[in-house]
């Protein structure tokens, strides 16, 4: 029996996930400058060059934002730059202004096997199911509906969808204290059915893209299954790969 070498992970690494749960624990929040590398080199007891290799890691990562002159601060989804993230349609004539978010429905459920399985909770624990239309000037050009965790987003209501102005991500990262990480999305072919016609003012049948995204948080953890329909009339899906 071959037996196997134990995993070695570089010291900026280990830096990198020291910072991490930081972030998940809180010490330092959506928008707030972190302390120097030199302060966090003398925290960790290694050199510089090492913090500043796992910081350069989590800023590829869109974790931390540098900013010339003033530090690096962690990501928030507030910021405007953050929108077209997690949002990859893209109008054709190249006009990156925000789309409006209209809710449409907000309700609350008992997990089925499905959400169960996505979002990692209990059969039957207590879920929270929004219906969105993403709208681009005054065009739907997107509808969503979203499961969340009704644990984590207590007091989440019709109310409070009308009166926020911002996204989506914004509203669960102020709110309710989540950021989302990272996505993993499936992308297929699909025709409109009468709703969802009405819904997106397009033809019956019309091909339109279905997106299905599960978002994690901190710790790789799943807090929201979406499904989405996608009108690409006007608009194309991004997606820069490196």
Known sequence: MTQESPTFSPLYRQI??????????????????IPSEQ????????????VRKAIDEMAADNLLVRKQGKGTYVASHNDPRALFRFLRLVPMDGDLSHPQSLPLDCWRAKAGQEASRMLGIELGAPIIILRRLLKFGAKPVVIDEIYLPGE?????SMEVLQGWSGSLYSLFETRFGLRMIRAQERIRAVGADRSTSDALKVPEGTPLLSVERVTYTYG???????????????????????
């Open 16 to 33: 990198k996930t020291l910072i991490l749960q930081a972030l998940e624990a809180g010490e330092w929040l959506p928008g707030q400058v």
């Open 39 to 50: 302060e966090l080199a003398a925290r960790f007891n290694v050199s510089q060059g090492t």
């Open 152 to 156: 984590i987003f207590q007091g989440l």
């Open 220 to 242: 790789d953890k799943p807090v929201e299954w979406r499904r989405g329909l996608y009108s690409t009339a006007e608009h194309y899906y991004l997606n820069e790969l490196n």
